[in-house]
């Protein structure tokens, strides 16, 4: 395959899926690409390169042992592609916000890539990922074959958002990557993908965390849902709660998410932007007391507990089973437009307790006052103090206006709640 004399055909798209043969060679015809753009003003660039898991997988399965360092090679080199759309703008002359720009298109694949392929226009060529890198002479063009069909619905499947496309991911837009888990027991990770792998693929777990507040008088902080959000729009739900990023780990998500969605205007969804966290100091496992032994545990609780500042959120793991504070669920889903039956969707979830400072949360009054920033433009439209019996009451007299994460906890660890409940009350008591 000639990449050059290729490119320089196309007149309404270039689709090259998987790059680590010919990105040097790309790379090289930065400028015929973008006379190619200027000419055409219908002709579209997609470049899906592959991700960090691919490029490692690719190396390690190249029979070049004497080559140590090739995975940092095809990396740097999928890396200087990732510039390829700055290169044909400063060709041009033109900015990010140009209409050129908007027709170029670079995103991660987040799939194993069995095949490399370049589309221009109707042609297609192919090259497979063996044992060798390969470059361009590696490519045949795809001619009247049996398998011509697979390889054309292959390529279209990533411009459907419901088939290979919902595994793009551009790393300077798109919302954060996270590491999914598979069903078993107990659920095993295989792999980070971008987070709008969402719906309906239950065959896969997402990991979060949840956070349930509660003030030194044990009341418990609920907020409720906005319009806008994607899923349980206008209900009731836990204090905070949020999907684990790749490579987080559960006790400092919890920590952002708890700052994000309380208290940071239109924090949903977005990167966490360095708030203070040292605030809220993770106190660690939290095992329910019971009996005479219960309250004397208690009691020291609150002595050692007592030397710190009262400003200071206290953030505990609480031992709901033998996974600790980690549970495995199917997390119930109302969709807009769904005609009110649920979807569900597969979760691991790490869930934390939180006793708030003193004199933030103690009335109804304070919170609004102190929560105001966290409903503008963010998940919560509310907040509301309630005590737990109170909301066991209200969910068996007005079930549909919670959602079923605050369900499933109150059916599950209704027991556990009002145990921490009670700690809190005596621990500031």
Same mark, same amino acid.
């Given at each position: 395959?000639? +990449?050059?004399?290729?490119?320089?055909? =196309?007149?309404?798209?270039?689709?090259?899926?998987?790059?680590?043969?010919?990105?040097?060679?790309? &790379?090289?015809?930065?400028?015929?690409?973008?006379?190619?753009?200027?000419?055409?003003?219908?002709?579209?660039?997609?470049? &899906?390169?592959?991700?960090?898991?691919?490029?490692?997988?690719?190396?390690?399965?190249?029979?070049?042992?004497?080559?140590?360092?090739?995975? =940092?090679?095809?990396?740097?080199?999928?890396?200087? &592609?990732?510039?390829?759309?700055?290169?044909? $703008?400063?060709? *041009?002359?033109?900015?990010?916000?140009?209409?050129?720009?908007?027709?170029?298109?670079?995103?991660?694949?987040?799939?194993?890539?069995?095949?490399?392929?370049?589309?221009?226009?109707?042609?297609?060529?192919?090259?497979?990922?063996?044992?060798?890198?390969?470059? *361009?002479?590696?490519?045949?063009?795809?001619?009247?074959?049996?398998?011509?069909?697979?390889?054309?619905? @292959?390529?279209?499947?990533?411009?459907?958002?419901?088939?290979?496309?919902?595994? $793009?991911?551009? %790393?300077?837009?798109?919302?954060?990557?996270?590491?999914? @888990?598979?069903?078993?027991?107990?659920?095993?990770?295989?792999?980070?993908?971008?987070?709008?792998?969402?719906?309906?693929?239950?065959?896969?777990?997402?990991?979060?965390?949840?956070?349930?507040?509660?003030?030194?008088?044990?009341?418990?902080?609920?907020?409720?849902?906005?319009?806008?959000?994607?899923?349980?729009?206008?209900?009731?739900?836990?204090?905070?709660?949020?999907?684990?990023?790749?490579?987080?780990?559960?006790?400092?998500?919890?920590?952002?998410?708890?700052?994000?969605? *309380?208290?940071?205007?239109?924090?949903?969804?977005?990167?966490?932007?360095?708030?203070?966290?040292?605030?809220?100091?993770?106190?660690?496992?939290?095992? =329910?007391?019971?009996?005479?032994?219960?309250?004397?545990?208690?009691?020291?609780?609150?002595?050692?507990?007592?030397?710190?500042?009262?400003?200071?959120? *206290? +953030?505990?793991? %609480?031992?709901?089973?033998?996974?600790?504070?980690?549970?495995?669920?199917?997390?119930?889903?109302?969709?807009?437009?769904?005609?009110?039956?649920?979807?569900?969707?597969?979760?691991?979830?790490?869930?934390?307790?939180?006793?708030?400072?003193?004199?933030?949360?103690?009335?109804? =009054?304070?919170?609004?006052?102190?929560?105001?920033?966290?409903?503008?433009?963010?998940?919560?439209?509310?907040?509301?103090?309630?005590?737990?019996?109170?909301? $066991?009451?209200?969910?068996?007299?007005?079930?549909?206006?919670?959602?079923?994460?605050?369900?499933?906890?109150?059916?599950?660890?209704?027991?556990?709640?009002?145990?921490?409940?009670?700690?809190?009350?005596?621990?500031?008591?």
């Amino acid at each position: 395959m000639r +990449l050059g004399d290729l490119l320089a055909e =196309a007149r309404n798209r270039i689709l090259i899926i998987g790059t680590t043969a010919i990105g040097e060679e790309l &790379l090289r015809h930065t400028r015929t690409l973008a006379q190619l753009l200027t000419d055409h003003p219908s002709l579209k660039l997609s470049i &899906l390169y592959e991700s960090d898991d691919e490029l490692f997988k690719q190396s390690i399965g190249v029979d070049r042992p004497e080559e140590p360092g090739l995975y =940092a090679g095809l990396w740097e080199s999928r890396d200087q &592609l990732r510039g390829i759309r700055r290169r044909i $703008l400063e060709s *041009c002359g033109l900015s990010e916000n140009s209409g050129l720009a908007q027709r170029i298109e670079l995103k991660q694949v987040h799939l194993r890539l069995p095949l490399n392929i370049v589309k221009v226009d109707s042609e297609i060529w192919a090259g497979m990922v063996t044992t060798s890198i390969g470059d *361009c002479s590696s490519y045949s063009k795809v001619c009247d074959l049996p398998w011509k069909g697979a390889i054309e619905d @292959y390529a279209s499947s990533y411009s459907d958002p419901y088939r290979m496309g919902a595994y $793009l991911y551009d %790393p300077e837009n798109d919302k954060k990557l996270l590491q999914i @888990y598979d069903n078993g027991t107990p659920p095993r990770s295989r792999g980070i993908f971008p987070r709008q792998v969402r719906y309906p693929h239950n065959s896969i777990r997402k990991r979060s965390v949840w956070g349930f507040i509660f003030n030194r008088q044990g009341e418990l902080l609920l907020q409720k849902r906005s319009e806008w959000v994607q899923d349980n729009r206008n209900l009731w739900d836990k204090s905070f709660g949020g999907h684990l990023d790749a490579e987080e780990d559960p006790v400092t998500m919890a920590k952002k998410e708890l700052i994000q969605e *309380c208290f940071l205007p239109a924090a949903e969804d977005t990167d966490y932007i360095g708030e203070d966290t040292s605030l809220i100091m993770n106190l660690g496992e939290w095992i =329910a007391p019971s009996g005479e032994e219960g309250a004397h545990f208690t009691d020291h609780l609150a002595k050692a507990y007592s030397h710190l500042p009262s400003h200071t959120w *206290c +953030l505990f793991a %609480p031992n709901l089973d033998r996974e600790g504070n980690r549970i495995v669920l199917e997390s119930e889903r109302l969709l807009p437009g769904g005609g009110g039956e649920p979807v569900f969707v597969a979760f691991v979830t790490d869930v934390f307790f939180v006793v708030a400072p003193k004199e933030l949360l103690d009335d109804q =009054a304070q919170a609004e006052e102190n929560l105001r920033h966290g409903q503008t433009g963010n998940a919560a439209k509310a907040h509301r103090l309630i005590s737990v019996g109170s909301l $066991l009451r209200e969910l068996e007299d007005f079930g549909d206006g919670f959602t079923g994460d605050l369900h499933y906890m109150m059916n599950r660890h209704q027991d556990i709640l009002v145990r921490f409940s009670r700690t809190v009350v005596r621990m500031y008591s």
